[in-house]
């Protein structure tokens, strides 16, 4: 495996999934409502969930009790997150990879696909677009290759944190990218990087052998699956899990998430910042296995439960998904989403409006503006957001688990959003999604209850209209 079991995986380095235990679960008796019931109080309680007890909720089918899973996790989101929306964007940096995954259109195998690293002068390019649009929240994109080392991303951050376009600025960098080592995580933390994001892809050991070939580096399952263990080890103390939901059964994906959160916290006292759910999607040069793809109505359920069982993470709903299914599901605990995505490398200066399969990672479901977007959210009543004060504030890692598990975090996110919304109202927005905006903005100033802090809040909007300032945050 290229070496790579060599490497430590972590100080715990052991395979804290184990398959049979997890697929046991899911062949129990089915609980009976007052199980339910006690479970759905404890996440109410905003206490996380065991994965037994997440086994219960996955394995309810009485429709009355599901409706009930529906409306705790829409009451917890509520309480947990407020009516906030968090916007981020995604930017693919190079597509080049030595693995040959395959779901992937960029594995190895596939001859077809347009290959391409960005040089810095395409990258400020890309950024300059992006923040032209009022984006403020990036999440970087590499594929695995030698050349995409530690370094390489370090140095590509920086980048983008250096280029400014008029108002514009990106304020927070994500990362997706391959696990590294202990050194490498130190590299790019120096960086000032936010979340580092790992997808295990399946926790489950059989299918993910067949789907990740084993003379490929992510062939090594306990060397990904021990990736973000080595990034707390590193000091990195944000960082976010993911699966590609419709490779295995959603059930024992749910609890092998669930798993690793439960794991992460138990012995790095911080559990993951952010969950993200994808639904495996068509690709240029890939067949996609039909056996478990997740229909709609589990798909919603998958969001809800997972927002009852780790009730402090953001849940990321990305634009795999189609308009339509994405504002049916918005309630059920999502609080990130991607807005005016393109997946091209290039693709923010390069593509018009129809995809380009040959350039991109997947099918995107949702390609519509971020101004599209922001007056849709709106709308339905939802607070977008650009905020990044918790990580510039030095509420992460412990810090964050302390404030957003008793449901403190909205008491910074709701006034930090409406400084970050009214900018984007001055700055980016049509006239009609700032006429939408002007009248949330106010509609959300009312709720809240007149003092000093409301004061200060109101005369920060007001210099934000007024030009005299931006960046402000509390």
């Keep these: ?17 184990n398959d049979d235990h997890l697929l046991g679960m899911l062949l129990r008796q089915r609980p009976d409502a007052v199980r339910i019931r006690e479970i759905i109080a404890k996440s109410l309680a905003k206490e996380p969930l065991t994965v037994e007890e997440t086994a219960a909720l996955v394995m309810t089918e009485q429709p009355e009790l599901v409706e009930e899973i529906f409306a705790a996790a829409r009451h917890l989101k509520q309480q947990v997150y ?6 981020f964007a995604p930017l693919y940096i190079g597509n080049n990879c030595v693995n040959d995954c395959t779901y992937c259109s960029f594995k190895r195998s596939n001859k077809e696909m347009q290959r391409r690293t960005l040089t810095p002068h395409e990258v400020r390019e890309q950024v300059v677009a992006l923040e032209n649009k009022g984006h403020k929240r990036l999440i970087l994109v590499f594929g695995e290759d030698r050349r995409y080392d530690p370094r390489f991303i370090a140095d590509t951050v920086r980048a983008v944190y250096a280029t400014r376009s008029g108002r514009g600025e ?16 130190a590299t790019i933390k120096e960086a000032g990087i936010g979340t580092y994001q790992i997808f295990q892809e399946t926790y489950h050991h059989r299918t993910y052998a067949q789907v990740h070939p084993a003379n490929t580096r992510k062939g090594d399952y306990l060397y990904r699956l021990h990736g973000l263990s080595r990034a707390f080890e590193a000091g990195l103390d944000d960082v976010g899990l993911g699966v590609l939901f419709g490779l295995y059964d959603w059930r024992f994906e749910v609890l092998g998430l669930v798993s690793h959160a439960l794991h992460l916290q138990h012995h790095y006292g911080v559990g993951p910042h952010t969950i993200s759910f994808p639904r495996l999607r068509p690709a240029h040069g890939v067949e996609v296995d039909p056996r478990h793809l997740v229909d709609d109505f589990d798909f919603k359920r998958i969001i809800a439960i997972l927002r009852l069982a780790v009730p402090y993470a953001g849940l990321i ?13 918005m309630a059920f605990g999502v609080s990130q989403i991607d807005a005016g995505s393109r997946i091209e490398l290039g693709g923010y200066t390069e593509v018009g409006d129809a995809q380009v399969m040959e350039r991109e990672q997947f099918c995107l479901g949702d390609i519509r503006s971020l101004d599209e977007v922001m007056a849709e959210l709106m709308e339905d009543g939802y607070l977008p957001s650009f905020c990044t004060s918790c990580y510039r504030s030095g509420r992460t890692g412990e810090h964050f688990m302390e404030f957003s598990i008793p449901g403190f975090i909205k008491e910074f996110c709701t006034p930090n959003a409406l400084l970050t919304l009214q900018e984007y109202l001055e700055d980016y927005a049509s006239p009609g999604t700032r006429t939408v905006g002007e009248a949330l903005v106010a509609q959300e100033l009312g709720k809240l209850e007149d003092g000093d802090f409301k004061k200060t809040l109101c005369g920060r909007l007001a210099d934000i209209r007024k030009k005299k300032s931006r960046d402000s945050y509390f």
């Design 1 to 17: 495996m290229c070496g790579m079991t060599a490497k430590k995986l972590s100080s715990k380095d052991y395979d804290f999934i």
């Design 317 to 329: 709903l990305t634009a795999r998904e189609n308009p339509e299914v994405r504002r049916a599901l």
């Design 82 to 87: 407020g009516n906030r929306i968090v916007l």
């Design 170 to 185: 990106i304020r927070r960098v994500n990362i997706n990218a391959a696990p590294l080592d202990h050194e490498g995580y």
